[in-house]
C-alpha cells in the first residue's frame, strides 16, 4: 500500500534512508536523525513538498521524498525527488512509489519530471528502466565524487 507519511513513519524513514546510504558508492554518512526528522516533518507540511510511504504487512518498507518549484528561469513548474528509497527485500514497492509521485505531479499540472540515482546502486539499470517504462528519458548523468572503500 501507498500512502501518504505521517510523523509516525519517521523513526523507520530514518532507518531506511540510513540502510541505503550505507549501501551507496557515493553517500559515506550518517543520517543525523534531527535533521532527516526536520526534513521529514516539512515533506508532510509543506506544500511543494510530498512524502509517500510504502508499507507492507504493516511496516513502512520504502519512501520517496517529493520536491516541486518553480524554474529559475521561467513560470513554470518541475518536480524531483529529495530521496527516493526501498529496502531490497521490497524492491517491487518502487514502482508503486514512482507511480504515486506521478500522480502527485499530474494533479498539480506539473509536466517537467527530474529525477537521479545519486546513490549508484542502479548497476543492473533496474531503476533506469522502471523510469523509462514511466515516460522519463535518461539525459546527461550525475558526476560524483564515490566514498573510499576501506
Known sequence: MIRNGTHSDIPDIIKIGQQVIDRSKTY????????????LRRAITDRKM????????GQCVGFFIAMKDEHWFAKSYYATDIAFCVLPEHADQGVWLLRRFIRWCKADGIKQIQLGLSTGLD??????????AHGLTLVGGIYATVKQVV
Open 28 to 39: 559515506d554518512a550518517t543520517v543525523d536523525p534531527a535533521k532527516g526528522a526536520y526534513m
Open 50 to 57: 510530498a512524502l509517500f510511504v510504502a508499507e507492507k504487512a
Open 123 to 132: 548497476e543492473s539499470g533496474r531503476t533506469g528502466k522502471l523510469y523509462e
